[in-house]
């Protein structure tokens, strides 16, 4: 059994706009230390992966970024999607070029931006995780052990019955649930089995292939038709002209929420999905005001601000809980609690034709 690694680096990380940009998003900065995102997630995996079973999907506007940011990654193993359609296009198409190549393989699913502090823990729940997924067509997920009443992530409910393996507690899936609003979140954080959704997950390829051809059957036939001419055409050439007739549709509406035999495995990992501006102060060492402080600054009298700059001096003067993000053509203005609507400035941005800033 061969374990492939499938990282989704498509994403435009809109919520980290000013730095995230059209054409260089979140996955490609260095966020979270010296290294950019992409480049961190490939390292972790590579602790147990080797670099020719990575494979990344991603679009033709960041191809050349990842070739540069990861230059021993295979060419070929960068899958260039013309148009977003989501997680379970992006998987199918992972999954048909996989199987050709490894017939008997179990994938990893993961995104491209997430921080994981601790990445030996990490790496010995993706092997349990994988002799979980041996077993009778299992899907398995990695679940976050909250450490507070989380709003802005979706939620896995365990079940109570556990099973030991490699030590790894693992537990049946009760069901997915949407992001909950903070009563919600706090009765979850009470009732101590319910985990954050990390978006990680695990299974055969041979397995996700037959739910997709079950449960997702629109999705099924496009892939077979582009698996068969594969062998006639050019891979990229047939991704181009049959890949945009995908449906919108995430892989966890899609099969996640509608299997039963799936499993799910608590994770304490110093896992982040660093998804916005705020996700800095969780990340990072906070001053002595409960500040986190970046480039040339001068604060007086400030607390609880996120301020992001570079050699342009920025002074601040008796604010609290505001985001300052200072870029060489755009300035970010906003207060904490709107840093998940910085993408609805994106889209007025659209609308007024102002795609130099985006």
């Not at 999705?219 to 006639?232: P, Q």
């Not at 055409?233 to 509608?258: A, L």
């Not at 009298?301 to 342009?312: A, F, H, L, S, V």
């Amino acid at each position: 059994m061969t374990l492939i690694a499938v990282i989704m680096a498509g994403g435009k990380g809109e919520r980290f706009w000013p730095k995230s940009r059209t054409k260089l998003p979140k996955q490609f900065l260095n966020i979270a230390g010296n290294k950019s995102m992409i480049q961190q997630t490939v390292e972790r995996l590579e602790r147990s992966i080797p670099v020719h079973q990575i494979i990344v999907v991603t679009n033709e506007l960041y191809a050349e970024l990842i070739h540069v940011q990861i230059p021993h990654l295979p060419i070929n193993n960068i899958i260039i999607e013309p148009v977003g359609r989501n997680t379970a296009p992006c998987v199918g198409l992972a999954s048909i070029i996989i199987e050709d190549r490894y017939p008997d393989s179990t994938m990893v699913v993961l995104p491209s931006d997430h921080v994981i502090k601790d990445e030996q823990e990490f790496t010995n729940i993706l092997l349990a995780a994988t002799k979980v997924s041996y077993r009778d067509g299992n899907l398995v997920t990695l679940g976050i052990t909250p450490t507070y009443p989380e709003t802005g992530y979706g939620y896995i409910e365990s079940t109570k019955e556990v099973e030991l393996v490699d030590n790894m507690p693992v537990y049946k899936v009760n069901r997915f649930v949407e992001k909950p609003d903070l009563p919600t979140a706090e009765q979850y954080f009470e009732n101590g089995n319910f985990y954050w959704n990390s978006g990680i997950f695990i299974w055969k390829t041979a397995t996700i292939r037959g739910y997709i051809q079950s449960l997702l059957p629109d999705v099924h036939d496009i892939l077979e038709t582009m698996k068969k001419d594969f062998h006639n055409r050019d891979q990229n050439e047939v991704i181009k002209s049959e890949f945009p007739r995908m449906p919108d549709q995430s892989i966890d509406y899609g099969i996640m929420e509608k299997v039963e035999n799936i499993y799910v495995i608590p994770s304490i990992l110093g896992w982040d999905d660093v998804g916005s501006w705020t996700a800095l102060e969780r990340i990072n060492e906070l001053d002595d005001h409960g500040n986190v402080i970046k480039g040339n600054v001068l604060n007086l009298d400030t607390k609880r601000c996120i301020i992001d700059g570079n050699e342009k001096l920025i002074a601040t003067l008796g604010i609290e809980d505001m985001i300052i993000i200072d870029t060489e053509d755009v300035t970010l203005i906003c207060s904490k609690d709107k840093a998940q609507e910085v993408k609805n400035i994106i889209k007025v941005m659209k609308n007024q034709k102002m795609e130099k800033y985006l």
